[in-house]
């Protein structure tokens, strides 16, 4: 159990504002739980939070993309959207997600890193 | 459940206090803002962190808990009802169990390491070499400053530091 990029850069906004987990909870209108699930990652980060973050404490541009990085490098469960997707796609991903369970972070990044180059030039 | 550490005594433990508060640059008198080192705990102790569980996930008698997690450091579960209360209604008790796990977390990473794998019942060791002992006694000493509670009152202490009766009559014993 750990922070995630999430849960440090909040840990951080907090500290520099003179807050707790507590506060946040309330300026999110969400439970100390929740919150904290959230930055320890059990859970994924809720969408509505950026913006409720981002307006509170004023972040500029380049602190709201940090904030998004931090986000995506934070997400712990990936939707797939059936009916968006064919059969076989939906094999895939299927696939694809049971595979990346316990892989080291370096094969998962070369592998998107790839899947990523191969999407760019189609 | 207690384990056996090296021994301290209640000299060192006042000195610990105080490197403690000096640690996360809290003066060394007045009330110890426990939420705010909980916050900072990762900072000074590599790989510590702090969550708040539902109360069902934690046994009924525990309102919080050190364990250790795999980034070599240690994880610091509380109850929601613990630091809610804490939160809201600074209650000095809730308080105290937070910082006896803060404590926990601060001893071992100065040397005081359980000597055996065993464990021992509650009450068993003698207080000194008790892993529980040293973690409760430091956290009243963090707490409530030696020399500044000199002379004090049971319910000036309690108001002064925000700590519950028991914490504040032990200190009136000492």
Redesign the interface.
């Known amino acids: 159990m750990a922070y995630t990029s999430f849960g440090e850069y909040v840990r951080i906004l907090r500290i520099k504002h003179h807050q707790v987990m507590g506060d946040m909870a309330k300026i999110l209108g969400t439970t100390t739980p929740y919150l904290s699930s959230v930055e320890n990652g059990r859970k994924n980060v809720p969408k509505e939070w950026i913006d409720k973050i981002e307006k509170h404490y004023g972040l500029n541009s380049a602190d709201k993309a940090k904030l998004i990085n931090a986000v995506d490098e934070s997400k712990v469960q990936y939707k797939i959207v059936p009916k968006n997707a064919g059969a076989a796609q939906r094999k895939a991903a299927v696939q694809f997600a049971r595979s990346f369970d316990g892989m080291d972070d370096e094969t998962a990044e070369k592998i998107i890193a790839l899947l990523n180059a191969k999407e760019e030039k189609a | 459940m207690d384990y056996r550490t090296k021994p301290v005594s209640r000299k060192h433990l006042r000195i610990y206090a105080q490197v403690l508060r000096r640690l996360f640059d809290v003066p060394q008198d007045g009330p110890f803002p426990v ?2 080192v ?3 705990l ?1 900072d000074y102790f590599e ?1 510590c ?6 109360d069902k996930y934690l046994p009924k008698q525990t309102p919080a808990r050190c364990t250790a ?3 070599g ?1 240690f ?1 610091i579960e509380i109850k ?1 009802s613990v ?2 209360g804490a ?2 209604r600074n209650i000095g008790a809730y308080l105290g169990f937070i910082c006896h796990e803060i404590c926990h977390v601060f001893l071992f990473s100065i040397g005081y390491r359980p000597l055996y794998e065993r464990s021992f019942a509650n009450n068993t060791l003698p207080a000194y070499c008790s892993v529980e002992w040293q973690a409760k006694a430091l956290s009243g000493e963090v707490m409530i400053p030696y020399r500044e509670s000199r002379g004090m009152g049971l319910d000036k202490i309690m108001e002064t530091y925000h700590v519950s009766k028991g914490f504040a009559k032990t200190r009136i014993n000492l």
Not at chain 2, 49 to 54: D, G, H, M, Q, T
């Open positions: 939420l705010t909980l916050e900072r990762g790989g962190c702090f969550l708040v569980v539902k997690n795999d980034n450091g994880t929601q630091y809610d939160f809201e």
